[in-house]
């Protein structure tokens, strides 16, 4: 059954008795864009992305929005039960436009039940989950699944760890076959670039470009094999 309604914090106290409930990603919405939240307002600022699984039938599965306010309430709530769960760092391309999407922009704790941590996360894991974090504003995602998902789901249970080499693999596959530009007469396959299209699409006049630096010289020294010579983040 999907999670459509988390007003109130009976009903949310209720949904983690009944559902494993995992916090996924945490994303600024850019101009424009919006979201509606399972507990009712349309978000227009940032949001939050869980999975849920429920304990009674391991097939009712599914991913939900939500703020930043409910977000950090589910945590506290799912604190209780695995406090090893964490607050995750917010992915905002404009929050540094010197540094943007390279911080874990982990200082501001927003409201909820209890001030909730963002875990130091390793920086090619940080990266691989900005790059998901790209990817959820240009498709304007209201669910996360796939392969998407299942990255995100391992990340963020190990975020001070390298990704997994398929993982990393997983993502740049969905890269290469999805996000192309044009840079002068050249068809070129690059994450960075189209966001900063994209960006610059939705008003920003100049859009920075986000480099993955630490997850790119990891793919090109661990990760690159014949059927995956080139990694497309850059």
Request: contains cysteine; neutral net charge; aromatic residues 8%.
């Amino acid at each position: 059954m999907p999670i459509n309604d988390c007003r109130g914090e009976k009903t949310r106290e209720q949904l983690v008795h009944n559902f494993e409930i995992i916090p996924l990603a945490h994303v600024r919405l850019l101009n424009g864009q919006t979201k509606e939240s399972c507990a009712g307002p349309t978000l227009d600022k940032e949001y939050y992305v869980f999975s849920y699984q429920s304990y009674a039938d391991k097939a009712d599965v599914g991913t939900f929005v939500c703020g930043i306010t409910v977000a950090n309430d589910f945590i506290n709530l799912i604190q209780q039960q695995n406090p090893a769960v964490n607050r995750l760092p917010l992915f905002d391309p404009l929050a540094s436009l010197s540094q943007a999407g390279n911080a874990n922009n982990a200082g501001r704790a927003g409201t909820g039940r209890g001030a909730q941590q963002v875990a130091n996360w390793n920086p090619i894991a940080k990266e691989l989950y900005d790059a998901i974090g790209m990817i959820c504003i240009m498709w304007n995602l209201n669910n996360v699944s796939g392969a998407l998902e299942s990255v995100l789901f391992n990340l963020v249970r190990n975020p001070m760890q390298i990704p997994s080499n398929s993982d990393i693999r997983s993502i740049n596959t969905i890269i290469s076959k999805k996000f192309n530009i044009n840079v002068g007469n050249q068809r070129v396959t690059s994450l960075a670039l189209c966001f900063q299209d994209f960006m610059a699409a939705h008003g920003e006049p100049n859009p920075p470009l986000i480099q993955f630096l630490n997850l790119t010289a990891h793919f090109i020294q661990n990760v690159a094999n014949n059927r995956s010579p080139i990694p497309y983040f850059n």
